[in-house]
Each structure stands twice: as structure tokens, then as C-alpha cells.
Nanobody, 127 residues
């Protein structure tokens, strides 16, 4: 069973940047489609970004498109989320997650389609 551990969260001012990392153990990340979700206080968990196993395909939520970049280094068994131009509304706990296969775009943002989840790393953006 794959274990995912996120890191890199913290406090940053609006307009700043952070890079989140998700390291895997117990399995090879190269076997999985990887994604990031986030959950803001008092809100439901929402999709942020996803990347295919080969890195050829990516898909982003409209709210982060152009500001966030998802990437992966299969040799290091790690997935990243580079977050630039951060806004207070990006404040949330960010979760790394994995699924077996790519699929239609409408399925990529569904939490139920993902099998493994990390514990999350908190990000706070101050205004």
C-alpha cells in the first residue's frame, strides 16, 4: 500500500510562493496518476491539479490555472505543487492523492476516483 506524505506548507504573504512536496513510500509513484486537493476552513475538499503518470497530461482547477504548476519526479518518487501569486483564498490544507489511471476530464476532479491520500499540509496566505 502506498503511503503519501506531504510537506512544504506554511505561512506566506499574499503574492508569495510556496512549493509543496508529496513523497511516497511502499510503492512507486510512477504507477499512479497524482493529484492535489485542498480543503479550506469550513468548506468541502476541492480539486486543485492532476498529472498523468508520464507527465504529458495535466489539468487544473480554474481557480489556480496560471498560478500553480504540478510536476513529478518519478525517480525521486515525489510530486510537487509550485504555487505562485498566492492569494488569501488559497489558504487551506493541501492533500496529495493517487489513482490508478487517467480518465475523462470530468472524473479527474472527483475525490471518489482517488485511492490513496496523504495527511495534508497546511498553507496559510496572509493579506
Amino acid at each position: 500500500q502506498v503511503r503519501l506524505v506531504e510537506s512544504g506548507g506554511g505561512l506566506v504573504q499574499a503574492g508569495g510562493s510556496l512549493r509543496l512536496s508529496c513523497a511516497a513510500s511502499g510503492g512507486s509513484l510512477s504507477s499512479y496518476v497524482m493529484a492535489w486537493f485542498r480543503q479550506a476552513p469550513g468548506k468541502e475538499r476541492e480539486f486543485v491539479a492532476v498529472i498523468s503518470r508520464s507527465t504529458i497530461n495535466t489539468y487544473y482547477a480554474d481557480s489556480v490555472k496560471g498560478r500553480f504548476t504540478i510536476s513529478r519526479d518519478n525517480a525521486k518518487n515525489t510530486v510537487y505543487l509550485q504555487m505562485n501569486s498566492l492569494k488569501p483564498e488559497d489558504t487551506a490544507v493541501y492533500y496529495c492523492t493517487a489513482r490508478d489511471i487517467w480518465g475523462p476530464q470530468r472524473t479527474l476532479s472527483r475525490q471518489s476516483e482517488y485511492t490513496y491520500w496523504g495527511q495534508g499540509t497546511p498553507v496559510t496566505v496572509s493579506s
